[in-house]
């Protein structure tokens, strides 16, 4: 079976094969990182979701993403793939990402070859703005994006307040913005996990403190994988205490289809925040 036949591949990656249809390598590019010198959360689970289904080739369905350590800019992350249970339709895989013997973060996966064709919607999009009609976001850490992972991104500010203007001001209700990434289209698990990895700008806009967080895990649903060129990211803060903040996000298409759905739990601080704009005036 020709799997680049049959799967997206997500171009931004440069995922790199080797020998071994069960190990693949993810440079931590500059523009994959954030702009504080670690690979971007989202980066590294597309990179989970292109080696899963490049070794199973079967579409992914669910991944959850564990994340260890934080790969630095230049290193090179080893994915290995393991493949417990493959049956009829299912296959489930587990993904573990090292850079040299530390491991950085570690992903199980659920793929499945059923059939399209019955499908159901049980939520509504918000009605809010098309991408054309809303504001650029206002963009957290502005003297600091240029040549990380915000350059191949832009974003829309359809609902709430964002970054500096959240600050003081809680929005318990939610932010919706609408995203696209530069020349890719998204659709497919690898892209819809790249852009969803923003719980953490939800939960800082909740309680109103500036923004910033550290991604612990991030469980990602697919459930529509037709190509949109914006998605709305619809943000819903659930819950904050020990400093660990924990929400969800929607993934709908320009026209109204829910994508997918992810979960994800992060640490709220700005530590590495304030370190990296103290370098940036030496």
Not at 53 to 80: C, H, N, S, Y
């Amino acid at each position: 079976m020709n799997v680049s036949a049959v799967l997206a591949t997500f171009d931004l990656l440069g995922l790199q094969s080797t020998d071994d249809d069960r190990h693949h390598k993810l440079v931590a590019a500059p523009e994959l990182c954030t702009p504080f010198g670690f690979l971007y959360g989202g980066a590294g689970i597309a990179a989970s979701i292109e080696a899963a289904e490049k070794a199973t080739e079967r579409p992914l369905m669910w991944i959850t993403t564990q994340f260890i350590g934080r790969p630095e800019p230049g290193d090179v992350v080893d994915l290995r793939v393991e493949i417990p249970a493959y049956g009829r339709a299912t296959t489930q895989a587990q993904v573990t990402g090292m850079v040299g013997d530390h491991p950085v973060f570690t992903s199980l996966c659920a793929h499945t070859q059923r059939p399209d064709g019955d499908e159901a919607q049980f939520v509504t999009m918000p009605d809010v703005p098309g991408p054309a009609e809303c504001p650029a976001m206002d963009e957290p850490f502005t003297d600091v994006v240029a040549g990380s992972f915000f350059d191949s991104l832009e974003r829309r500010t359809a609902r709430g307040r964002i970054a500096t203007e959240a600050i003081g001001d809680p929005q318990p209700e939610g932010l919706a913005l609408w995203c696209r990434i530069v020349d890719q289209e998204i659709g497919s698990p690898a892209t819809q996990a790249y852009v969803a990895d923003i719980v953490p700008l939800a939960v800082c806009a909740a309680l109103g403190v500036a923004p910033g967080g550290t991604s612990i895990d991030n469980t990602i649903r697919i459930i529509d994988t037709r190509p949109s060129e914006w998605a709305l990211l619809e943000l819903i803060p659930e819950g904050y205490q020990r400093s660990l903040g924990h929400g969800s996000v929607r993934l709908w298409s320009e026209d109204g289809r829910l994508l997918g759905a992810a979960q994800q739990t992060c640490i709220i601080r700005t530590s590495h925040h304030a370190r990296k704009a103290e370098k940036s005036r030496l």
